[in-house]
């Protein structure tokens, strides 16, 4: 059991997973890589007072200059119309200033990307807006 804000948390993840499925395509779409799976896995682990949330996708990976600004607002690498530079900024504030938690990013250009997301099972949320998964 975790404490959090429900709605909140889910457009934080539905945020991940769905610029995991852009860059999955994308590398599949650009490259043309005879046997390419394309591939969004997410998967959870028990810390004790904390708990981690990895999704991982195999797909264009974020280069070393895009690293340093992707949690930025309005820093996006989509062509125009494809992307406002809100979503992993909004991730970011929910996960880390919301409920407390971290968020970590491995990555390898034109291999992968894996956010690692830790969330504390008790949190500082309060209100009618919390609820446990």
Known sequence: MIELFPQEITRAFLNLISNGFYSVTKRKTENGEAGFAPAVTAATRNLGDTVE???????TGIPVEVQEKMFNPFFTTKPAGEGTGLGLSMTHDIIVKQHGGRID????PGQF???IIVLPRKSNVSGRDRGEA
């Open 53 to 59: 949330i990895r999704i991982r996708d195999n797909g």
């Open 105 to 108: 990013v491995a990555t390898e």
């Open 113 to 115: 990307t894996e956010f």
